[in-house]
C-alpha cells in the first residue's frame, strides 16, 4: 500500500453517486469528498417519481452511516473508511462546505451546480499541493469545463469499466482465415442424437467461451462453443448451409452473422441473447421474427414482453394520454414498423397485425415498470439498451424468472445519454460479464442489410 501522503483526493460529482451509490467505497486508502452541492442535489433527486431516485436515497443513507457518530469537525476533516474485507481503515471521506471556496480561484459564477463543484475542486487542488486532486464525474462536458478551468485530473468513473477500448469487446464469434480443419490435426468426434460434436485443441481457436461460435471465411464450416477444457475445446457443428437455412417467420438469414443470431434467437436453452451492431443490421428484425415464431408457431413462451428505455435514460414517460402501452408507442415504433414489415404481403396488413398482437399476447412496458416485477414463460425484448446504465439492466435481468428468454439488442455508436460511453454503456458491461454464462450468447450482426442507402451511409457518414 502506498504511503498516506502519496494517497489521491477524490471528488465526486452528483452522477457518480446516481450510478453507483456505493462508490465512496471504490477509492481504496484514497480520500473521498463530497461536496456539499451534491448533498444538496441528491436531497432535490430523492424525493423526484423516478427510477434515479432510489439510487440517490441509497447514496444519502450509505453517508448518513459513515456520518452518523461523527462530530462537525470530523465530517470536515475526513471519517475513516473501514475495508469491508479485514475491517481495516483505508481511506477518509468528507463533506466539503461550498462557502469556503476562496474567490481567487473561482473560474465560474456559482450559479450552476457544476460550476460549484468545480470550483470546489479547484480550491482543493489549490491548497493540497502538491497532492494529486482528482474530479471524477460522468458528465462528458463537465469533465471538459474541468480541464478547461485548469483542472489538472478529471477522470470517468471506470471501476465498473469492464474493457478500455470498445474495438476489445467481444463480438461472439471468431472468424478464422483460410479452412478450419486445414488447421486442425487431431479431432475426436461424437454424436449424440441429430448433433455431432468436435474436440480439437484449445490453440486452434484461441481465447473462447461457451456458446461462442466459430466461423472461417471459406463459407464451409460452423459450429459454437459447447464445452472448455484444459487443452481442448468442443465444438457443436451447425454446418454454415444450415445456419444460412435457418429462418423465423417467413425471415431468412442475409449473411452468417444472421445464421448466427438466429440459431441463438431460436434455441430454448439459451436464456440471453445480446445482438450488437450497426443501424440496418437486422437487430429488431430477427428478434420480434423470432419471438412470433417461438410464441405463436411453437408455443415454448406464452407472451411478448417489448420495453426499452425512455428518454432521460429511462426516468420517465411524461404525461401523455391513455394505457401505459399507449404512452410507450412513440418510443416503440421501431417494434410496430417492424411488425408492418413482417406482415406487409398480407391481404389486410392491420388485421394481421392486429391478430399477431392478440395472438402473441405482445404487451409494451416501460422500464420504469420492471421494478419488482417477476416475469414467467415470456419472450422479453429490450430494444435500445445501449442507453442503459449497468444497473438498470440488472433490474431488467433479475426480473427474468422460469422459462424466460431476454433479448437485448443496441447499437454502441448510437448512445444518447450525456454520461455514458461506448464502454461504459450498461450493453458493454452485460457483453463482457456474461460472455462466460453457459445460458447466454452475443453475437455481433456484421454489416448493413437494410437498403444500400443505409449501408453507404453507415460507412461514409
Known amino acids: ?15 457518480v453517486l446516481l450510478h453507483e451509490p456505493l462508490a465512496i467505497y471504490s477509492f481504496q486508502e484514497h480520500d473521498v469528498v463530497i461536496p456539499m452541492t ?55 471521506v468528507s463533506i466539503f462546505q461550498d462557502h469556503s471556496l476562496d474567490k481567487n480561484v473561482q473560474s465560474f459564477t456559482d450559479d450552476e451546480p457544476d460550476n460549484r463543484i468545480i470550483n470546489a475542486a479547484l480550491f482543493l487542488q489549490d491548497n493540497n499541493q502538491p497532492r494529486e486532486v482528482v474530479l471524477v464525474t460522468k458528465d462528458i462536458n463537465m469533465r471538459l469545463k474541468a480541464k478547461g478551468a485548469g483542472l489538472n485530473k478529471v477522470e470517468d468513473y471506470r471501476t465498473d469499466q469492464l474493457i478500455d477500448d470498445i474495438r476489445l469487446l467481444a463480438k461472439g464469434f471468431n472468424e478464422l482465415e483460410g479452412s478450419f480443419w486445414g488447421r486442425v490435426k487431431d479431432c475426436d468426434s461424437t454424436t449424440s442424437g441429430r448433433d455431432t460434436y468436435h474436440s480439437v485443441d484449445a490453440d486452434i481457436i484461441g481465447p473462447s467461451y461457451v456458446n461462442q461460435y466459430v466461423i472461417d471465411d471459406t463459407e464451409s464450416f460452423a459450429a459454437r462453443v459447447s464445452k472448455i477444457e484444459k487443452d481442448k475445446v468442443e465444438l457443436l457443428d451447425l454446418g454454415y448451409e444450415r445456419l444460412m437455412a435457418k429462418h423465423a417467420w417467413g425471415v431468412h438469414p442475409k449473411n452468417i452473422y444472421q445464421g448466427m443470431a438466429f440459431d441463438a ?19 429488431t428484425l430477427l428478434a420480434m421474427a423470432c419471438a412470433l415464431e417461438l410464441v405463436v408457431e411453437k408455443g ?44 406487409k404481403h398480407d391481404e389486410s396488413m392491420a388485421g394481421s397485425m392486429n391478430y399477431i398482437m392478440d395472438k402473441a399476447n405482445i404487451q409494451f412496458k416501460s422500464v420504469n415498470f420492471m421494478r419488482g416485477r417477476s416475469i414467467q414463460n415470456a419472450f422479453v425484448f429490450l430494444d435500445e439498451c445501449q442507453n442503459l446504465t449497468a444497473s438498470q439492466l440488472k433490474t431488467i435481468i433479475t426480473r427474468c424468472g422460469e422459462g424466460t428468454k431476454l433479448v437485448c439488442c443496441g447499437n454502441l455508436a448510437q448512445i444518447d445519454s450525456n454520461y455514458l460511453t461506448a464502454v461504459t454503456s450498461g450493453l458493454t458491461y452485460i457483453v463482457e460479464r456474461f460472455k462466460d454464462f453457459e445460458g447466454s450468447a452475443n453475437v455481433y450482426l456484421n454489416g448493413v442489410v437494410r437498403s444500400r442507402l443505409a449501408s453507404f451511409a453507415e460507412e461514409r457518414l
Request: glycine letters at 6%; a negative charge; aromatic letters at 4%.
Open 1 to 15: 500500500m502506498e504511503e498516506k501522503s502519496a494517497s489521491k483526493l477524490f471528488i465526486l460529482d452528483t452522477n
Open 38 to 92: 451534491v448533498l444538496e442535489e441528491l436531497d432535490r433527486i430523492k424525493d423526484r417519481q423516478k427510477d434515479v431516485s432510489r439510487d440517490a436515497r441509497i447514496a444519502i443513507r450509505a453517508l448518513e452511516d459513515i456520518f452518523a457518530t461523527a462530530s462537525p469537525e470530523e465530517i470536515v476533516s475526513g471519517v475513516e473508511l473501514k475495508n469491508e474485507a479485514d475491517n481495516q481503515a483505508s481511506g477518509k
Open 265 to 283: 434467437l431460436l434455441d430454448p436453452n439459451i436464456d440471453l441473447v445480446i445482438l450488437t451492431g450497426p443501424a440496418g443490421s437486422g437487430k
Open 300 to 343: 415454448i413462451y406464452d407472451k411478448i414482453l417489448v420495453t426499452r428505455n425512455t428518454p432521460d435514460i429511462a426516468e420517465s414517460i411524461g404525461f401523455l394520454p391513455g394505457t401505459e402501452e399507449e404512452k410507450m408507442a412513440p418510443w416503440l415504433a421501431a417494434i410496430t414498423d417492424t411488425l408492418e414489415v413482417l406482415h
